[in-house]
């Protein structure tokens, strides 16, 4: 029997008098799918790094519906200490955000960096943005990213009950009262202020990788097995986008 797919739906709402666009989301459904592939796959990624994880996975999917349907974005982001690369990557189309933490080889920069690619349907060469981000909060690296990448004010909040919303400004907005936003005033924006919705948009935990699409990165030592399994019958890799571990024998690589 098939689980039923379980979405995070996003929330696209425009504040009228404000100018402004406000972005939110319940992210349990997410959530819940991401601690099921790490079961599955026997991940168990340090506490403070897997929230980290996961609060990047909110704020890439709330910016994914502040952005065009065509476009797959990819954002990572090297941190110093703890030194580690955390991927987040997800795109409208198809309904579907992963990511995972790399902390194994990693090399250690002197700052801290964030690296974006945004990529469309029209155009396969990917736009690039890197900027420097301050502490190891995900929240404050979107207001970060916002200010460089986007070119306009956004905030990000963490509500209760594993709700997060983005208010992003629109041309015209009011600054003054953008900035004077804490998570309270955001809950209840739609009871205060008056709002439309423009869309919704709906996200899942999902990579789509399979042990066929993961091979190819081994072809080039389908002539040196012996150097790449020495006297193992098996190696295990993982997946470069979510860390799903594969299993991979000699007569696999053709």
């Known amino acids: 029997m098939e689980v039923p797919e379980e979405f995070t739906k996003i929330e696209s709402i425009f504040v009228r008098h404000r100018n402004a666009l406000l972005l939110r989301g319940q992210f349990t459904p997410i959530y819940t799918d991401y601690y099921l592939h790490l079961m599955q796959h026997g991940i168990r990624p340090p506490g403070e790094l897997d929230q980290m994880l996961k609060d990047t996975l909110a704020m890439l999917a709330l910016h994914l519906v502040a952005r065009p349907w065509a476009e797959s974005i990819a954002w990572t982001a090297n941190l110093r200490a703890p030194r580690m690369n955390l991927f987040v990557t997800g795109g409208s189309f198809d309904e579907s ?7 194994e080889d990693v090399r250690e920069p002197d ?3 964030f690296y974006a690619q945004t990529t469309t349907v029209e155009n396969s060469k990917p736009r690039l943005s ?7 909060d995900p929240i404050v690296w979107l207001s970060q990213y916002y200010d460089q990448s986007e070119q ?14 983005i208010v992003a400004a629109q041309p015209d907005c009011d600054l003054e009262w953008l900035e004077s936003l804490d998570a309270a005033a955001v809950a209840k924006i739609t009871e205060t202020e008056e709002t439309t919705i423009l869309e919704t948009r709906r996200f ?14 081994l072809g080039g030592w389908k002539d040196r097995l012996d150097d790449l399994f020495g006297e193992e019958e098996f190696i295990n890799i993982q997946c470069p986008r979510c860390a799903a571990k594969y299993r991979v024998t000699r007569d696999m690589i053709v």
């Open 97 to 103: 955000i992963t990511g995972r933490i790399f902390t």
């Open 111 to 113: 700052r801290n960096f």
């Open 130 to 136: 890197t900027l420097e981000i301050k502490g190891k």
């Open 152 to 165: 306009r004010p956004a905030r990000a909040f963490r509500l209760e009950d594993e709700n997060f919303a």
């Open 204 to 217: 899942r935990f999902h990579c789509g990788c399979t042990i066929n699409k993961i091979l190819p990165i």
